[in-house]
């Protein structure tokens, strides 16, 4: 579940529209598109993540921990998921 702003975008950031700047390349991201699993969408994607990191800060009471931490693991989870690796 995402919080939106009055900007329509996820905690109030307005969504990225339009051509990239520079060469494309996002410096310390991976790329939106996901590699495991064409059959999903990248915003599917984003929302599988959301949940399981979600989950992974309600696991241990919300308290501690790294929101973004508890991202990175879910995407490798969900990617890993997604592609049919075990």
């Known amino acids: ?6 900007s329509g975008g996820a905690f109030g950031i307005p969504p990225v529209k339009g051509e990239p700047v520079g060469d494309g ?4 991201r991976r790329s939106r598109e996901s590699p495991a699993n064409s059959d999903f969408t990248p915003e599917e994607r984003w929302n599988m993540i959301a949940v399981a990191a979600y989950y992974r800060a309600e696991q241990r009471g919300f308290i ?15 990617d890993t998921l997604l592609s049919g690796n075990k």
């Open 1 to 6: 579940m995402t919080r939106e702003g009055k």
């Open 25 to 28: 390349l996002a410096i310390g």
């Open 64 to 78: 501690g921990g790294n929101p973004a931490e508890d991202w990175i693991a879910a995407e490798e989870e969900i």
